[in-house]
C-alpha cells in the first residue's frame, strides 16, 4: 500500500509561480514511475507530468505540451517526494493537482492515462487569477 499526500496549491496571480509537494510511503519509491494529473471543473483528468525511473540514478521525464517550458518535475528519493514547480501560470491552469504512483517497473514514457497509475492522492486545489 502506498499513501500519497500532496501540499503546496493556493491562490497565484496569472504570471506567479508555485510548487507542489507529494510525500509518498513506500519502501521501493525510487522504482516508481510518479505523475501530476489535473482536473477542472467540467473536464477530464489530465496528464501534466511524469518521471519513470530507467536505471541506476536516472529518471525520465515528461510533460504535457501545455506545461512544456513553464512547470518542472523532480524528485527526491531521500524524502520520498516529488515536486511540480510551476511558474508563468495561467488561468487555464487552474484546477485540483494529484499525485499518482505506479508501482509497475516500465520502459518508455511515463504514462499519460490515469487508470496505468495505482495509488492517487486526495488532491489539491490550484487557483490562477487573472
Known amino acids: 500500500q502506498v499513501q500519497l499526500v500532496e501540499s503546496g496549491g493556493g491562490l497565484v496571480q496569472a504570471g506567479g509561480s508555485l510548487r507542489l509537494s507529494c510525500a509518498a510511503s513506500g519502501r521501493s519509491f525510487s522504482t516508481y514511475t510518479m505523475g501530476w494529473f489535473r482536473q477542472a471543473p467540467g473536464k477530464e483528468r489530465e496528464f501534466v507530468a511524469g518521471?519513470?525511473?530507467?536505471?541506476?540514478?536516472?529518471?525520465?521525464?515528461a510533460y504535457a505540451d501545455s506545461v512544456k517550458g513553464r512547470f518542472t518535475m523532480f524528485r527526491d528519493n531521500a524524502k520520498n517526494t516529488v515536486y511540480l514547480q510551476m511558474n508563468s501560470l495561467k488561468p487555464e491552469d487552474t484546477a485540483v493537482y494529484y499525485c499518482a504512483a505506479d508501482t509497475t517497473v516500465r520502459s518508455g514514457d511515463p504514462p499519460r492515462d490515469p487508470p496505468k497509475y495505482d495509488y492517487w492522492g486526495q488532491g489539491t486545489q490550484v487557483t490562477v487569477s487573472s
Open positions: 518521471t519513470r525511473w530507467s536505471g541506476g540514478r536516472t529518471y525520465y521525464a
